[in-house]
């Protein structure tokens, strides 16, 4: 698999990176060692960028499953890791970039993780009560420490990379986007660009809606996927009219829609690396082979202009509001 480069810092990762947040129970109940052994097989595909968090599951979970993967073989791999966030039993996550909060954190996904040092590190969300610098400082200081090798920041907006990239360099900036989920296009992409700051794209597949598979009746109670807003009552009916594109180009060239829709991220740029998540082996070999698909340009802007924005919001409003306008 060919690799890109995050940043202008130089740090080397799979066009193609897998998410965990699956292995932590996001999504229900996960299987401890097919999990790990999806991650050991995206080494052997040649994905490198394992994506994590401390806030993945219960204690951490998703970070130990991602350490116990990597048990004998950390130098194959680069991992990223988010901390800035506190998973709440029956609520909304608690968003927390106190500097002092931020480097508390380190020691224990270290330990979950099997390493010295997170080769990718970012701050989750954006703390309305705490200045972006402050946050940025304290990863900043972490870094100086030998404990992370590059700081990253989630879901911000494009005054805010700007203000934490002054203080101290960010090598990539994660948010969402996919063919139906584009708000990054408007100032948030250019910014990066002009910044040298790569874009790491999760839900690159809509939470799964772009593989024409998700039906809700199949998806786990504990499963976040049934509160998405842009899955219910008239929202999910006028988005599922945004698919037949997807599916009859899809076909056309002999490819899932999962595969064509991850194929047209890759071709936004050698700057974007998205990031689908799965906790299975099946999932992963079909995503890992749309970095082999081919897209004219007429194709590529054909399915931008046929899928528009997906209708509903991204987030139920408590977890909406913890994304940086």
Same mark, same amino acid.
């Given at each position: 698999?060919?690799?890109?480069?995050?940043?202008?810092?130089?740090?080397?990762?799979?066009?193609?990176?897998?998410?965990?947040?699956?292995?932590?129970?996001?999504?229900?109940?996960?299987?401890?060692?097919?999990?790990?052994?999806?991650?050991?097989?995206?080494?052997?595909?040649?994905?490198?960028?394992?994506?994590?968090?401390?806030?993945?599951?219960?204690?951490?979970?998703?970070?130990?499953?991602?350490?116990?993967?990597?048990?004998?073989?950390?130098?194959?791999?680069?991992?990223?890791?988010?901390?800035?966030?506190?998973?709440?039993?029956?609520?909304?996550?608690?968003?927390?970039?106190?500097?002092?909060?931020?480097?508390?954190?380190?020691?224990?996904?270290?330990?979950?993780?099997?390493?010295?040092?997170?080769?990718?590190? &970012?701050?989750?969300?954006?703390?309305?009560?705490?200045?972006?610098?402050?946050?940025?400082?304290?990863?900043?200081?972490?870094?100086?420490?030998?404990?992370?090798?590059?700081?990253?920041?989630?879901?911000?907006?494009?005054?805010?990379?700007?203000?934490?990239?002054?203080?101290?360099?960010?090598?990539?900036?994660?948010?969402?986007?996919?063919?139906?989920?584009?708000?990054?296009?408007?100032?948030?992409?250019?910014?990066?660009?002009?910044?040298?700051?790569?874009?790491?794209?999760?839900?690159?597949?809509?939470?799964?809606?772009?593989?024409?598979?998700?039906?809700?009746?199949?998806?786990?109670?504990?499963?976040?996927?049934?509160?998405?807003?842009?899955?219910?009552?008239?929202?999910?009916?006028?988005?599922?009219?945004?698919?037949?594109?997807?599916?009859?180009?899809?076909?056309?060239?002999?490819?899932?829609?999962?595969?064509?829709?991850?194929?047209?991220?890759?071709?936004?740029?050698?700057?974007?690396?998205?990031?689908?998540?799965?906790?299975?082996?099946? &999932?992963?070999?079909?995503?890992?082979?749309?970095?082999?698909?081919?897209?004219?340009?007429?194709?590529?802007?054909?399915?931008?202009?046929?899928?528009?924005?997906?209708?509903?919001?991204?987030?139920?409003?408590?977890?909406?509001?913890?994304?940086?306008?």
């Amino acid at each position: 698999m060919d690799n890109r480069q995050l940043g202008r810092g130089g740090l080397k990762v799979s066009a193609l990176g897998l998410g965990t947040m699956g292995m932590g129970g996001s999504y229900g109940p996960a299987d401890e060692a097919e999990a790990e052994a999806t991650i050991r097989r995206a080494l052997e595909l040649g994905v490198t960028l394992i994506d994590t968090a401390d806030f993945y599951g219960p204690d951490g979970a998703g970070e130990k499953t991602v350490g116990r993967a990597l048990a004998g073989r950390r130098d194959e791999a680069v991992i990223a890791s988010k901390t800035g966030m506190v998973a709440v039993p029956g609520g909304p996550p608690r968003v927390n970039g106190r500097p002092e909060f931020i480097k508390e954190r380190i020691d224990a996904s270290l330990t979950r993780l099997g390493t010295g040092h997170i080769d990718l590190y &970012y701050l989750a969300r954006v703390d309305p009560d705490v200045p972006v610098e402050e946050s940025i400082g304290a990863l900043g200081e972490l870094v100086a420490a030998g404990k992370v090798g590059h700081i990253g920041i989630c879901e911000a907006s494009a005054a805010t990379v700007r203000r934490a990239h002054a203080v101290h360099p960010v090598t990539a900036v994660q948010t969402e986007y996919s063919l139906w989920e584009r708000h990054v296009e408007g100032e948030i992409l250019p910014t990066l660009r002009e910044l040298e700051v790569s874009l790491v794209a999760y839900r690159p597949l809509g939470s799964g809606f772009l593989t024409g598979d998700l039906t809700m009746d199949r998806l786990a109670m504990a499963d976040f996927r049934r509160n998405d807003p842009r899955l219910q009552g008239e929202n999910l009916y006028r988005n599922m009219m945004l698919l037949p594109v997807l599916y009859e180009l899809a076909e056309n060239k002999g490819v899932t829609p999962a595969q064509l829709a991850l194929a047209w991220i890759l071709a936004q740029g050698a700057d974007v690396v998205p990031i689908p998540g799965t906790k299975r082996r099946s &999932y992963l070999e079909q995503n890992a082979a749309s970095v082999d698909v081919e897209l004219t340009p007429d194709e590529i802007q054909g399915l931008a202009a046929a899928i528009p924005a997906a209708r509903g919001e991204r987030y139920p409003a408590p977890l909406l509001r913890t994304i940086d306008g």
